[in-house]
């Protein structure tokens, strides 16, 4: 059984969530996982868990900025979408998106951005590219948007 949560700091899965991350194959993880520790989000702000029979399977995050500069006014981000291997090809990264635009849509958001270097990846969720931008880290990336409102 596939579960999709929605946490903050404190919840019963984001110790599980943080140690994924933190040694997780992808070079972003660490990072996350310090944030978590830090609990370095605003207060809407939230981290996603997907879980597969009750053990944490991936994650994502919906926050103010990503590693867009803040020159530009986009908001929000889903980020740090990722997925542990041996839970891939089950449309987890599909599912979180889907329960981080539901809750950016309560929120009141009428879209959403993503950030990524993927080509053709995010597209088939229904996102659309508004082109290439300058990240914070100097370096280019495609930036992806989607209407809340599907």
Not at 87 to 105: C, Q, V
Not at 135 to 147: C, E, W
Request: charge should be neutral.
């Amino acid at each position: 059984m596939v579960e999709i949560y929605s946490m903050t700091q404190g919840h019963c899965y984001w110790n599980e969530t943080l140690s994924l991350a933190a040694n997780c194959s992808w070079k972003a993880g660490p990072y996350l996982a310090e944030k978590m520790k830090k609990n370095e989000f605003a207060e809407w702000e939230r981290v996603f868990a997907a879980c597969v029979d009750g053990k944490v399977a991936g994650f994502c995050t919906l926050t103010e900025k990503d590693e867009l500069s803040s020159k530009y006014k986009y908001t929000p981000f889903i980020g740090f979408v990722f997925v542990d291997e041996q839970y891939r090809g089950k449309r987890l990264p599909e599912r979180m998106i889907k329960n981080a635009i539901s809750y950016a849509r309560t929120l009141g958001y009428e879209k959403i951005y993503i950030m990524s270097g993927e080509i053709g990846l995010y597209e088939k969720y229904g996102f659309a590219k508004l082109g290439d931008f300058e990240t914070i880290y100097g370096t280019i990336d495609q930036l992806f948007v989607m209407p809340t409102l599907l």
